[in-house]
């Protein structure tokens, strides 16, 4: 599962592109390593327990959060050993906000890397930069907690043929371009947004490789 992803645009591009209010988040493009502070897309209430009162919509905003939530209780959390990823959507510990949409969010992306098998001619390993073609800036499908810290994991999948001939078994989610599709994972009920949690298609991705 990627551990490192791109987002060169800035706070205003961002809400443009997916239709959401700027508001202080201070992004101005550049990579987002697991344990750093990252712009998301939310539709949902901050810092409040239960579901969204029936029929209420809140402004699509965005809001910066960490990448990594802590792990289970009966994990040791040192801040460095967040959970990255959902690998596993019907987990206990993900089950509840996944089920309740407004822990889920769009986490905005230009392109993500993964490591491939071998190595180059210095020994180190290669590194697979792939992104949407179709697309940019594109959006992971986001999960967000609250705990220590205000955090996000990415939904994760099997690879498509892409990142299987990278030598990958997974990869994250990557929403469709059509705004419905974005808006079904913010606010539709779980059995539909499900659904959702396929392979990109091969067809519309592209590759760039540091060897």
Not at 113 to 140: L, N, V
Not at 173 to 197: F, S
Request: hydrophobic letters at 40%; charged letters at 20%.
């Amino acid at each position: 599962m990627t551990m490192l992803y791109r987002l060169d645009t800035d706070a205003a591009a961002i809400a443009r592109a997916f239709g959401a209010r700027e508001g202080q988040d201070p992004w101005a493009g550049g990579h987002v390593a697991p344990g750093q502070f990252a712009p998301v897309v939310t539709a949902g209430r901050e810092f409040v327990a239960g579901a969204r009162p029936p029929g209420k919509r809140l402004e699509t905003r965005i809001i910066p959060r960490v990448w990594g939530v802590p792990p289970p209780p009966n994990v040791p959390f040192d801040g460095r050993n967040g959970v990255l990823s959902v690998r596993n959507p019907d987990s206990p510990f993900w089950i509840g906000n996944l089920r309740n949409s407004e822990f889920r969010c769009l986490v905005p992306a230009t392109a993500f890397m993964e490591w491939g098998q071998g190595t180059d001619r210095e020994g180190r390993r290669i590194r697979h930069w792939f992104a949407p073609s179709d697309q940019a800036p594109f959006a992971f499908a986001g999960v967000w907690k609250d705990s220590e810290v205000p955090s996000f994991a990415l939904l994760a999948c099997a690879a498509n043929a892409a990142l299987r001939e990278a030598g990958r078994d997974t990869m994250p989610v990557i929403l469709p371009a059509d705004p419905a599709a974005q808006q079904l994972w913010l606010h539709g009920g779980w059995k539909q947004a499900r659904e959702m949690l396929v392979p990109y298609p091969s067809s519309l991705m592209r590759e760039r490789r540091e060897d």
